[in-house]
């Protein structure tokens, strides 16, 4: 067995029996630990021959370090307070809006899509297109996308005010990423949604009446239910007849059978791909790209920007080559777009900041609410890419949120 599975397996071991206060800690270290039992099972274990590659699995450890053990320090919450209260409620009805809009736009495209595709796996390789006006609407809703989890924070405040029919709506429409990832047969959405919401379930549980826990346990059960059954429905489409995965497979993999193999090799490819990515890293970098390229679309949409995407693609392949479009994990993109030194700057940053904003006293703000939904998705996603870049778009469509909830920070109830 490779260095690489004993180092990373020791190291979140030690991390998982030493920080367990927190079962938002938890599911982060298992997550890794989970990744890496899917890798053994495939048998795609990287080798390490070289130096440099024992620098890159400490550095790869000591980073993710960086951005999950804050985490400990979220638990025992037993309150949210309320935020000027008529303020949180016109921000409640101004983002429920915006969410209908994309709501409706997705759910009017995945039903055509899901009606007239007959081969997935041809559709995800060749896409497809939309009129003009219909791709307009799409394009819009896609950069609304992020605020649908803004309304996580709502439903759970609701929740433990006892305010169902507005926790209910709240529920309901920050399903938009989930729909929007049905337009295209996408397995990372609903992943993503049910990983941050069972995050926020955890963090906030204590501040919630018990038999409201109790239903959202239900609830949460059926909806995962659904969701393992849509993954497993898109995936078998996929892959079960498709000779992708076919001539990956090594003899010496615990899993043959391809369907499976290609959610095992879903879930752990990032560790092949950033070791091997980090690897052949020259020392080149995208200077930022990676992160504020997404960004840059809302101005090149309205014409503030020139449209320049095929400069950022030919860089992208240049310098990732074969892992360019491939799950590389939040380590390989950091490195990518800042260099080793600056991406261990921003773990350092980012554990401060986590810190900064724990809990006091057993309770939280929802405006900490907010960011901490946004915060928590780096570690969270770090098994697939850095969600740094959605980041920084939500806080674009966030700032102005931020501001006006702040405009009378004093009427905190």
């Known amino acids: 067995m490779s260095p690489y599975f004993y180092f990373f397996g020791i190291s979140f071991v030690i991390m998982l029996l ?67 209260i008529n303020k949180a409620d016109r921000l409640f009805r101004i983002l429920l809006r ?30 497809v297109n939309y009129s003009s006006g219909m791709a307009r609407l799409y394009t819009i809703a896609k950069l609304l996308v992020p605020l649908g989890y803004l309304l996580l924070p709502f439903h759970f405040y609701y929740l433990s005010k006892g305010m169902s029919r507005k926790a209910r709506l709240s529920f309901y429409f920050s399903l938009t990423p989930f729909f929007y990832g049905l337009t295209y047969f996408s397995r990372s959405h609903p992943v993503h949604f049910i ?8 963090i906030l549980r204590k501040s919630l009446p018990k038999k409201r826990v109790k239903r959202i346990q239900k609830i949460g059960l059926s909806l995962a239910l659904l969701i393992i059954f849509s993954l497993a429905t898109i995936t078998i489409a996929r892959f079960q007849y ?32 950033n070791y091997e990515s980090l690897l052949s890293f020259k020392g080149e970098t995208m200077r930022g790209q990676l992160m504020f390229h997404p960004s840059g679309l809302i101005f090149r949409i309205l014409g503030i920007m020139p449209h320049n995407d095929s400069e950022f693609l030919n860089k992208r392949m240049l310098l990732l080559g074969r892992s360019y479009d491939k799950f590389i994990g939040l380590v ?36 900490k609410l907010f960011f ?13 890419y850095s969600y740094a870049a959605a980041l920084v778009l939500s806080l674009l469509f966030f700032s102005p949120i931020y501001s006006y909830i702040y405009y009378k920070k004093n009427a905190i109830k």
């Open 195 to 202: 990983l941050t919401y069972l995050i926020l379930y955890f």
């Open 332 to 367: 390989a993109y950091l490195v990518y777009d800042f260099g080793f030194i600056i991406a261990l700057i921003i773990g350092f940053l980012y554990k401060h900041l986590v810190n900064k904003m724990r809990p006091q006293n057993n309770s939280i703000t929802l405006e």
């Open 372 to 384: 901490i939904l946004l915060l928590v998705q780096l570690p969270l996603f770090s098994i697939f």
């Open 98 to 127: 915006i969410n209908i809009f994309s709501s409706i736009v997705f759910l009017f495209i995945a039903i055509n899509t899901l009606i007239s595709v007959s081969d997935i796996f041809v559709f995800k390789e060749q896409g």
């Open 18 to 84: 030493t920080k367990r206060k927190s079962p938002v800690c938890t599911i982060l270290i298992l997550l890794q630990i989970g990744t890496l039992f899917a890798l053994f099972l495939i048998d795609e274990v990287p080798e390490i021959k070289t130096l440099k590659g024992y620098f890159i699995v400490f550095y790869t450890i000591s980073l993710l370090y960086l951005f999950i053990v804050p985490w400990n320090k979220y638990h025992s919450i037993k309150s949210i307070k309320s935020i000027d």
């Open 242 to 273: 498709s000779k992708y995965y076919g001539h990956m497979i090594k003899p010496s993999s615990k899993i043959q059978d391809i369907t499976l193999y290609s959610t095992f090799d879903y879930f752990s490819q990032w560790h092949y791909y």
